[in-house]
């Protein structure tokens, strides 16, 4: 099944956190779209490898020279099409769990979620941003969550979570104002890919009833066929699995 029609071959991507329940299944996908020629798979362990189109490489997002790195290997063979950034933390072991009270809240636990889910991306933003194509649909996404939205939080919890993401999407919101400049066709979005059945979700997930939550091949199937709808007057917008626009 062809997922990617509307983005110029031959299409060069990235898949930041490729490793991931999600990056793997976006790596796996792009890899057979006919459009596709390279998939830069990057994360923290891996070591430079290619395997036909996948060129494997680390990066680690908590050290700015090797987002730079990486961003200036992905872009030697072309200008970038298509990236994603799939990396994220909810939960690592028992050090990091999502607060259920304001009581559990640390300032150890709170900056480690900020600096992988809002920093990290962030700075992936400022090094690849650059190096995306110029004249035609390029797409810039970041995979957020729904919980990061302000407007649709009933709920409370979670509070290192929902704010690295919320922060994260006023990131990229305030990227896409100044990337628009000089990149008028390229857009960047933040993206919510639903309940995914992922390392990331699963102790959360057996609340989720069975047709909700996806297998993270579905889940890359419906971001790669969001980000194919996309143009560029949805450059800083937020959006669901489903292609809805989710308020900030
Ligand atoms: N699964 C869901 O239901 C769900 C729902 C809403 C949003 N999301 C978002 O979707 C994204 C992908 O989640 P997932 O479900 O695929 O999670 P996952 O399977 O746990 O994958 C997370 C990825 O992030 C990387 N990562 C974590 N900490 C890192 C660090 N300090 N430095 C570098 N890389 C780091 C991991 O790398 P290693 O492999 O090296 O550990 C892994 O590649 C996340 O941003 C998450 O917030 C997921």
Redesign the pocket.
């Known amino acids: 099944m062809t997922l990617l029609t509307s983005i110029k071959s031959p299409a060069n991507t990235a898949v930041i956190?490729?490793?991931?329940?999600?990056?793997q299944a976006l790596v796996e996908l792009l890899n057979n779209e006919p459009a596709v020629s390279w998939v830069h798979a990057f994360?923290?362990?891996a070591t430079n490898a290619r395997e036909g189109k996948i060129y494997r490489a680390p990066i680690?997002?908590?050290n700015e020279q090797s987002i730079l790195d990486a961003a200036t290997k992905a872009a030697k063979i072309a200008p970038l099409d298509v990236v994603f950034v799939?990396?994220?933390?909810?939960h690592r072991g028992t050090e990091i769990r999502p607060e259920k009270t304001m009581g559990s809240l640390s300032h150890n636990t709170m900056s480690e979620v900020i600096a992988?889910?809002t920093i990290?991306p962030t700075l992936i933003a400022k090094h690849f941003l650059p190096v995306m194509r110029k004249k035609d649909k390029s797409v810039f996404a970041v995979?957020s969550?729904r919980v990061g939205s302000i407007s649709d939080n009933r709920l409370g919890g979670w509070l290192s979570y929902r704010t690295s993401k919320a922060a994260l999407n006023m990131a990229l919101k305030t990227l896409s104002i100044e990337h628009a400049r000089r990149h008028p066709q390229s857009i960047v979005v933040s993206l919510?890919?639903g309940?995914?059945d992922?390392?990331?979700?699963e102790p959360f997930s057996k609340t989720v009833a069975n047709r909700s939550l996806f297998t993270p091949i579905e889940a890359a199937t419906h971001l790669i066929s969001v980000v194919d709808n996309l143009s560029a007057t949805d450059s800083g917008g937020f959006f669901g699995w489903d292609g809805l626009v989710i308020e900030y």
């Open positions: 956190g490729a490793t991931g329940g999600i990056g994360s923290r362990n680690s997002l908590c799939a990396s994220g933390i909810l992988v889910n990290g995979l969550a919510h890919p309940t995914v992922t390392p990331l979700s």
